[in-house]
């Protein structure tokens, strides 16, 4: 070991032959070998320190290169086939329409995504970067794995409910079940998405309450807003009303809104009329559908209400539009 005076430069040894290069100097610049001992020391770990973070930073960039790649391909992805299908030849602009939407949502859906994978894989090599400096620096680390274990297993225990909705919340994310401003059901309130967390999902219904839902607790999905919509209208007339010329009045009514220019892009298919859904004693209900944009369904059923209403007081027949 080295004396822990201050020996003159005259009597100072040299260093041994298996220290490094920054003892000589120092030892050399000084002739102490406290001062030597010492520049050895730092230098080297300042060199490991150095070696560790660089490291680190290269597997960062390399994992955050892949994760955007992976990112990319998702975002450009194939839409799905019936995306957008319009059955008239003119209205290729409301096709367009609807898959810049989708493609707008899946790149949303994957940037989330691609950040929340981003998040976890710093955070993990932060972890390591840090336990690797404390054992570079001469702390013994074994004893704090250990520990960091038994505590993961305590929170692993105590905190499952957390877990599960953090487990939850990614996977809802990554599966693109909902996002900001779709309208859902998740069992036990429906609403409009303002915020999707790993916890917590926050809907406002249509009252304005605002309902906090733990990503755990939801077991099931109702998207209103994903890709497409449908207007589902029943309309009851007496059981003695011509069927024929009833479904006639239904159809001039989609006719002339699939005709309407303010819904171009808005209406994906001409309207259908399904026929007789129900009969009962004294009344016959016949359904009418129309494929929409996502979110338009609510509009077109109401205008379409309207329509109806208006072509059946037309036509000499009392109807009554249902939901």
Partial sequence: MFSTTLPLLSEATECEPEQTLACRVAFDVTGNEVVADLASTVISAVIGLAGIVLFAWLARWLAHRAIDRMVSRAATGVLPSGLGRLSKGDRTQGASEGS???TSRRAQRTRTTGSLLKSIVSAVIGTIVIIMALAELGFNVAPLIASAGVVGVALGFGAQNLVRDFLSGIFMIFEDQLGVGDVVDV?????????????????RDTDGTVWYVRNGEILRVGNKS???????????????????????VLRQ????????????????????VWGVQELTHDLLTVRMTVKTAPMEQWRVARVLRERIKVRLDAAGLSGTPLA
């Fill in 187 to 203: 069992g036990t309130v429906s609403g409009t998405v303002e915020a999707v967390g790993l916890r917590i999902t926050r809907l």
């Fill in 100 to 102: 810049a939407v989708a």
């Fill in 226 to 248: 994903q890709n497409w919509a449908r207007a589902v209208i029943d309309v009851a007339l007496p059981y003695a009303t011509d069927v024929h010329r009833m479904i006639d």
């Fill in 253 to 272: 009514a989609g006719h002339d809104l699939w005709d309407d220019d303010d819904f171009r892009g808005v209406l994906i298919e001409e309207p259908e």
